[in-house]
Every structure is written in structure tokens, then in C-alpha cells.
């Protein structure tokens, strides 16, 4: 706990620490994230029925050893990331050219991947994919709809159907 105290007088424990075992939340500093992002889908069959949203789960349970060790948190941290760099890349550029930019493809693949576990890319015409902002750790807050991607060509995640 002293670990993450502002004061630098406290970084002796971490001089202590040669393996970096104890984590510096210090990092997040001076504005920590309060929102977490809701990263949804939804399919058009080959019959160009459109699909109802489903979400995708980039959360794990958080348990008491996660204070200390949690690596699985890196992944969850790259959606952050990349729907963090869509919406601002969104706020700059013409959105018929976001599907150019390497988070739009990323959130695409990642989508994709997400599709292709539960059923085969044979199945579907179109995808899409959403991200919605919502307070970290507030079951009563309604998620804002921050970002819907055109519907995109499975063949090709990064290029829009058209539709």
C-alpha cells in the first residue's frame, strides 16, 4: 500500500522490490480511467437478417490475489486501449476512413475471432461491431453508445460492406 503513495520519499520499497513484484498504480496518474467500454456485435445471416447485439465479456471476476497478480488484466487492457484509440481517431477523421486505421482492424480481427468461435464464417454476410461507455464498478449506470462501426465483409474485416 505505501508503494502507490504519491510522496517519491516512498520509492524505497520499491528500490527493495529488484523483480517488480509490488505494482505502481502511480501510472495512471494524474487522471485515472472512471469509465470501462462495453464491446458488443451483431451478424447479418446470409438471408440479410440482421442479428441481435451480443456482448463480448473482456472482464474476469476480479478476486483479492488480483491486487497482486493478475496478467490476465493485459488483454482486457488492450480493448481498453483500442476502443480508447477508436473513439478518438472517430472525433478526427472522416468515418468512411477509420476502417484504414489499425484500431478499427484490431477491433474488427477481434470481433471476427469472436464470431468464428461460435459459429463459421460460411454463416454470415456482415458483421458489426459497437462500443458503448459505461462507469467502471456502477451496475446502475446505462451505457452510452459511443461508437457503431458500418457493417463489414468477414472476408475482409477492415472494409466496409457497403449496406
Partial sequence: MFA???HRSFNRIRRRDPWSLVPDY???A???STQDFRFAYRTVDRAGRLGK???IDTTERR???HGVWF???RPEKAV???CNSILLTAARVDLADIHHTLPYQLAAAFTLSNILRESGVEEIKAFQFSIASVAE???EDVPDLSFVSPLIDPLSPWVATGQ
Fill in 4 to 6: 502507490q503513495h504519491p
Fill in 26 to 28: 502511480r501510472f495512471f
Fill in 30 to 32: 494524474p487522471e485515472p
Fill in 53 to 55: 447485439w451480443r456482448e
Fill in 63 to 65: 478476486r483479492g490475489y
Fill in 71 to 73: 496478467p490476465n488484466r
Fill in 80 to 82: 481498453f486501449d483500442i
Fill in 137 to 139: 464498478y456502477d451496475p
